[in-house]
Structures are given as structure tokens and as C-alpha cells.
């Protein structure tokens, strides 16, 4: 019996538009089963496919599977000149591989249950086009069947990450903290870069105190004191707190740089096209003068000097749109965990809010743009890598984040880039 699924607690809509980001930018690793079932498909008969492998080999030889070719652009083999998958107008959805289906969806197992989040690469999410969640309920269901039985979970619930290193409380004080993160981030009276400060100081809080005899009721009580507290205690001008110091500013451009780098793909910067592109990319992002390297084709022509200048306040379509972005986060579970790179909730808190300033960065790169409409574009691309790019869950970048984390540094980005 698989788990059911726990509803995200916010208005998010979906449907796919056919715009093939998803098909032109994503390696499909597929199973030996799914391997079979679509060789048995019969696509050499087919003239656009022809000669053409239908897969590759990838990882090391102890480890070898197999991902769906990519033609010469980027595009995935079973793309057709019209934008549609082949597999499915010939053989419907059923017949194509899970990551096909289940994108842009991500599903999050949980105190037994599932948590239903969604990837805001996909333009249609960000822009929040489409049928209310709801309404894929019967399709969610059978991809979380399908997961649980590709891993082995047969409706067992999966261990609780660690709130911190050498504390774990258990998934129901679990969701007793991330409740409280997102009522925070529910408080329409604040702006979003507010709330997220103020989750960041629940936090400090909390990685204080021991939770060994504080737990279930009593743990409500206290996270619901120390909740009306931070959002009582919180500087509401972001103009009073000061700007991100030299180091800060460092590791803030390293991780802005692996937001917006790809390496294969359709979408690949003209960028990361050699070695000595990218050496000569890092060594820009070090700096932080002159050119901003085109790491994803993106975006636009444009200069450090110009992702420093100020763009004033956040209009109020692009306000509710980073609300629903990091509510989903939060509600989802997608920000700690398996679902992020194993981190455990405070460090994940820390790397979502982290995303904030890169958002704010990203977006003043498309200048040319209206505003709310540069938002949305930086947090698709922003998206396309949180949980899911290795080199954002690379020992470096554990470490750079915990330097901002626990230093004023992470507030003080929040709030220069929120200008």
C-alpha cells in the first residue's frame, strides 16, 4: 500500500504548455526495464529516428546505466518538430520514462506520507499556469506508486533528517519546525525578504537550544513564543542592517556562478564551451568586474557593475510569485534532506534563503525586461539547480554556506540585493 499525499498548503497550478525546456535541458537517466520496453517500440522503423542510438552509457563501469539520447541542439531523441514527445503521441504517457511523467513534480517522502512539490524551472509553475494541484491528484498517485516501487519503500516511512549535526528529533517535531517556517512565510503584511530573515533568526534560535525534553505539545508552545518573537524582534528596514562584507560578497558570486552554469544541453553558455572558458569564467566571478560570463545561453549580455545596482522595490506580482516559490520549498520538504543534497534542515533553510539574493542578482541581469517578468526568469533559472546540481551539495559548498549561515553575512545579502 503506498503513501498518500500531503497537499501543498498554497494556491500553486500547473498544467504543461508545451514549451520543451524540459526535453531540450535534462539528461533522462531510464531503467533497465524502461531501456526494454522502449527498444521493443520499434523506432528504427521510424524515418526521423533512423540509425540514431536511442541511448547512452553514462557513470563508471562498476556503476553503468543508461540516459536517453540527445541530438546535435540538445534535444531529446524522441523530440519532434512539432515540440511533442514521439513515445507519447504514439504509445501515450504510460510508455515513457518516470522522469518524463513525473516532471516537473517532486514528491518528498515524509511522516507516511508523501509531500507534493513542484520544479519552478519549468515556466509554466513559475508562472503558475494551468489546473489547480488538486486536479493531478490521480496521476500523483501513480507516480508515487511508481516510485515506491522503483525503491523499495513498499509504504514503509522513511527516517527523519537531522535537524543538525548529532540532533534528530523525529518527523513529527520535524514538521512542527517547518510549520512554524512557514508561517512566517505565509504573512502577506511582510515583504518576502522580511519573512526570510525571520526565518533565518527562528533558526539561530533554535541551533541553540537542545530539544532532548522539549518535545510534540510543549514544542508547539515554545516554536510559537519564539515565532511571535522573531517577527516582533526582526529589523523591518533592510536599509539599517549593513552591506555583505568582502568575504561575504565572494562566496555569494562562487554561488551565484553554479546557479547559473550549464554544461550540456540545448541550453549550454557559450561560456563552458573549453576549460579555458571556464577557468577564465571563475576568475571573473572571483572578481566580480566587467563581464558577467554567459554560463547559460539565458541570459542576457551583461555586467557585474550592473547586478550591484539597485532596482528598487519588488512589484507585487513578483512578491506573490517568490511567495508561492518558497512556500512550496518549505511546504514540500524540498529544502533539507534527500530531496536537497542530505543537508539537514537548518543548513537547507540556509541554502533556500540563500537563493533569494541570487534571485535578485539573476534578475538584474535582465534589465531590459519589466520586472516582474526578470523575477520570474531568474527564478526558473535559479531552480534549475536547487536540489539537484551536485556541485551545490560539494563539501566546498557545505562549507561556504556555513560561513554565511551562521555570520550576518546570509541577512546582510538578503537585504543589499533586495534594493
Known sequence: MSLPLHSLPVL???????????????????????KQRIESQGWEKDPEIGDLPLFRRRGWWWNRRYRLTDRNDGSCVFLNADGRCRIHEKFGSAAKPLACRLFPFVLVPGAREWHVGLRFACPSVAGNEGRPLHE????????????????????????????????????????????????????????VELRLRQCLALARHCRKARFDQIKESRLGELLHLLRVAVEAETPRD????????????????????????????AYRGPATGSRVRLTAATWRFARGQGPVPRTDAHLPESTFEQAEQPRGPMPRAAEEMLER????????????????????????????????????????????????QAVARAVSIVDDHFGFNPLLGSRRQRFALSLLGRSDELDRLITWYSR
Open 12 to 34: 500553486q497550478n500547473w498544467d504543461c504548455h508545451g514549451c520543451t525546456h524540459c526535453c531540450r535541458a535534462y539528461v533522462v537517466t531510464v531503467t533497465p526495464e524502461e
Open 136 to 191: 493531478h491528484q490521480g496521476a500523483l498517485l501513480e507516480y508515487a506508486t511508481a516510485l515506491e516501487k522503483r525503491s523499495g519503500m513498499d509504504g514503509r516511512e522513511p527516517a527523519s533528517p537531522s535537524l543538525q549535526a548529532g540532533q534528530n528529533v523525529g518527523w513529527p517535531d520535524t514538521l512542527r519546525f517547518v510549520k512554524n517556517l512557514a508561517a512566517l512565510m505565509s504573512n502577506h503584511a511582510n515583504p
Open 238 to 265: 533592510p536599509s539599517g542592517l549593513p552591506p555583505p562584507g568582502w568575504v561575504g560578497r565572494v562566496l555569494f558570486r562562487q554561488t551565484a556562478a553554479l546557479y547559473i552554469r550549464i554544461d550540456h544541453g
Open 325 to 372: 516559490y518558497y512556500l512550496v520549498k518549505l511546504a514540500s520538504l524540498q529544502f533539507f534532506g534527500p530531496a536537497n543534497h542530505g543537508l539537514p534542515l537548518w543548513d537547507g533553510l540556509d541554502a533556500l534563503a540563500l537563493t533569494f539574493p541570487v534571485i535578485c542578482w539573476v534578475a538584474r541581469l535582465f534589465a531590459d525586461v519589466p520586472r516582474e
